[in-house]
């Protein structure tokens, strides 16, 4: 019990002689502690909400997809492309239609060295067996959007509502069950759609689309340069110009040589993914 009071009495006067305030030792042992743990805590919390906020690249990309604005809309009253404010009017879309028959993965390789981005639309009968399903996806991993332009390449105004919907749902499920995703363009058999077919491809989030020119089914125009001639030099050639091509023997000889043409009247080839759609 002495030894205790004497103590008290030490530290009192210790206290007393000093300059700081009347905190003793153990106190500002306490407090350092307490600042201490305070200042783990926060780091603790930085590192788990560092944590929380980190994304993988997939939902890097998912999130950037997302809020990516189209830059440019199709023009259904001449089915041209448009920039949608300060974007570059002077593109040129090219699309290849009948894929993939003979020449789709060879023009698609062309266009790939090239770095001309291109939507290609598909026919159902071109898919029945496993190596033409293998073309279309190798087609899709090489960055090219495909476009449905239904199962058969029926005229849609021969065909009930039901065979209408058979022609274009049927083909979106298959190219989904290929590719791993639904397309986002229509494009009908001989440019031809009904009320029916305008409502369905509505429904199925697809963008409804036709062209501006396109030569390659003319008989005249069924050669290597006949048809790189007329792609490059026709008169219809103007900012926003909507290209038609299709998957044939020719068309695919001068494939290289008319988006070259086209590049040199300084036209930029546009992206398909940055055109507006209804997703």
């Not at 749902?169 to 001989?190: T, Y």
């Not at 125009?221 to 909507?242: E, H, R, V």
Request: charged residues 30%; aromatic residues 6%.
């Amino acid at each position: 019990m002495k030894k205790i009071i004497a103590t008290g009495i030490t530290l009192l006067l210790l206290t007393a002689c000093s300059n700081v305030p009347s905190n003793s030792s153990v106190e500002k042992e306490e407090v350092k502690q307490k600042k201490s743990t305070e200042e783990q805590e926060k780091v603790e919390t930085s590192e788990i909400n560092d944590d929380e906020l980190e994304t993988t690249p997939e939902e890097k990309n998912e999130t950037e997809e997302a809020v990516q604005t189209a830059e440019y809309v199709i023009n259904e009253n001449n089915w041209s492309i448009e920039p949608k404010s300060d974007a570059n009017p002077k593109v040129v879309l090219l699309t290849i239609d009948d894929a993939p028959d003979k020449h789709a993965l060879k023009m698609a390789e062309d266009l790939k060295d090239l770095n001309a981005p291109a939507i290609f639309f598909v026919n159902g009968h071109f898919l029945n067996t496993p190596e033409e399903k293998e073309v279309l996806r190798k087609i899709h991993e090489m960055g090219f959007i495909i476009g449905n332009h239904t199962y058969s390449h029926t005229n849609l105004n021969d065909l009930s509502i039901e065979e209408q919907k058979e022609e274009i749902v049927s083909l979106n499920d298959l190219i989904e069950s290929i590719i791993g995703e639904r397309p986002k363009f229509f494009r009908a058999p001989f440019g031809q759609n009904t009320e029916y077919s305008k409502q369905l491809v509505k429904e199925e989030k697809m963008a409804l689309m036709n062209w501006t020119y396109g030569y390659d089914w003319v008989p005249e125009y069924q050669n290597k340069d006949s048809i790189t001639d007329i792609m490059i030099n026709s008169p219809f050639l103007n900012d926003g110009a909507n290209l038609l091509m299709h998957d044939r023997t020719w068309t695919s000889e001068g494939l290289v040589e008319i988006v070259k043409g086209i590049q040199g009247k300084g036209y930029e080839i546009l992206d398909p993914l940055r055109i507006e759609t209804l997703e």
